[in-house]
């Protein structure tokens, strides 16, 4: 699964999100009113992995196209994904998002919301500028990953007040969460490009199951990664009390007072900071961070054996080296 | 401009918006997870007038297709209309709609915002449903309405801080935040019929122009309804301190005592109820309630004016029935 000519991929990577970064800084530049406006902006510009629209665009191409047929697509899944980020803020009462207040911070929950609402519209705008014949098949791509998500975030927050959710649960909501958005991105980015079914299939794929990956990952860096670089407090998921991979699992394996400790997590809604090493030392006891790179490597072994139907080889390198790219990432 | 046979157009607008009633009451039935459907079935379940989808479903009958085959085009609407309505009773404070409590209220906000969120991308998977060949143009048209409705609610939200408000700002506010809507539902009707460009700007005008008569009504019967039949107290606009076309227009022809009476509404953001009495008076003494009434019958006209492109006589004339229809409305 090993890409030798990493360095190549990694630019043409690089350079594509940064094309993407530049189109997003542009997306609301001069529009009126302000009072909606100005907020969209300041929730797009805030960074972040731009991982989804560089799905689109390699998608396109790995289906015979190229990026720049769907440049505004790939513009349309990342509105369509901070539309997510700014409602899922409030939901979660979160105050920062990549070390900025968060849009119902910074303004107030009414702009964060109805700035989110027009994120959301503005999603479809785009979309259709890439859409050609099939433009049906796309609008209902997106539309089922839109649902997806929805019922995701419904689902993840049904779970905090659970006290048995399992493993099979836990991963239907981060596919629907995560996984189905990334999904979409790739049979986007291939419908756009006119695929066949084949390689369509390969291709949505290759998406779902990256999102998988990337979602257990989250959750393993989150209590393992290395402090400096993840660039925030370790195990934050634990003091929230959130049932991650992690924690379901070690539930499921722990006995005797491992189990007692863990369960206390679910009753007192998250734990104190200075409880997190004593919990990491019971993961590691149970051995859950190597399941869950296990899993990890699995989905992404997943999502690399369909595409086999690509007939690029160049673009089929640049999958493989975003799978590992994505595996080896540390925040 | 009236309809000999007003008896048979209000029995065929009636049973319309029954079918479409039936429609609406089983969209989200028996769909998991019920922490999100169950909220939106609860917003959509709350009756309301269903104009919009009844737009859709005669311009597409007068373009020349029947009322059939808009059904779920006329649903995608109708959940966009709740779509917003959720999220602008959580932006506006309201506690309760039609007489029940709003969704906020009734679970929380975030449940509201989600299954907000959830109603409009249901709005776009219905409207696909009855999309055809020109599915593009469908979706920029309900595209174009949701942002336009984004826009007017930032407005709105604008205007209830701002002190300068004009009749002509006003138009443009209720025409994002109403009217758009309305005409996008017209223009949908007539793309799922196939019209051309004629019947389709005639249909869209039709949409517009009773839109905003509808909203200036609103407005008009805010203050001046029959009490018992409007179902709710007189004056709520006055008491919040709306900008009303009547409290622009009243603002705009005052002098003395009652424009410093006038601009006190502004600089207390409302009035109490024992005062609602006395500012229905400067109303009436300025003519705002006439010079609404005009406003109302000139967008009706306007609306009606170019009906002369729909072949079907029936048709126009249901057009025409519902125009004169919403002027007499006493709520």
């Not at 839109?146 to 779970?159: H, N, P, R, S």
């Not at 790739?186 to 756009?192: M, R, S, T």
């Not at 993840?230 to 634990?238: E, I």
């Not at 699992?249 to 006995?255: D, N, T």
Request: with cysteine; aromatic share 8%; net charge positive.
């Amino acid at each position: 699964m090993q890409i030798n000519d990493s360095a190549k991929y990694e630019k043409i990577f690089k350079k594509q999100i940064q094309i993407t970064e530049e189109k997003i800084q542009s997306v609301f530049t001069g529009i009126k009113p302000s009072s909606l406006y100005e907020p969209c902006a300041y929730i797009i510009n805030g960074g972040g992995k731009r991982l989804r629209p560089f799905l689109v665009i390699i998608s396109a191409k790995a289906a015979g196209s190229s990026f720049n047929k769907a440049r505004n697509a790939a513009l349309a899944v990342e509105l369509l994904h901070n539309f997510t980020l700014a409602h899922d803020d409030i939901m979660d009462n979160a105050d920062k998002r990549r070390g900025r207040p968060t849009a119902h911070i910074k303004y107030d929950e009414n702009t964060a919301i109805l700035a989110g609402d027009n994120l959301l519209a503005y999603a479809y705008k785009y979309l259709l500028n890439d859409c050609k014949d099939n433009d049906k098949q796309v609008i209902s791509e997106i539309t089922r990953g839109l649902i997806e998500v929805c019922e995701g975030q419904a689902l993840d927050k049904e779970f905090e007040t659970r006290k048995d959710v399992s493993i099979e649960e836990y991963k239907v909501m981060i596919y629907k969460k995560t996984a189905a958005l990334a999904e979409s991105c790739c049979a986007i980015g291939a419908l756009i490009a006119g695929a066949d079914v084949k390689v369509k299939k390969a291709l949505s794929s290759f998406g779902k199951n990256i999102g998988m990956a990337f979602q257990i990952q989250d959750d393993l860096l989150d209590i393992s990664a290395d402090e400096a670089e993840f660039g925030k407090m370790l195990g934050g998921d634990l003091m929230e009390g959130k049932k991650t991979y992690l924690f379901l699992k070690a539930l499921e394996k722990a006995e005797g007072s491992d189990r007692v400790d863990l369960l206390k997590v679910i009753e007192n809604k998250g734990i104190k900071k200075s409880e997190i090493k004593k919990y990491k030392k019971i993961y590691e006891k149970l051995g859950v961070f190597e399941d869950a790179q296990k899993e990890i490597l699995e989905y992404t072994k997943k999502a690399i054996s369909g595409l086999k139907v690509i007939s690029s080889i160049e673009d089929k390198n640049q999958l493989i080296w975003l799978a590992n790219y994505l595996i080896k990432r540390s925040k």
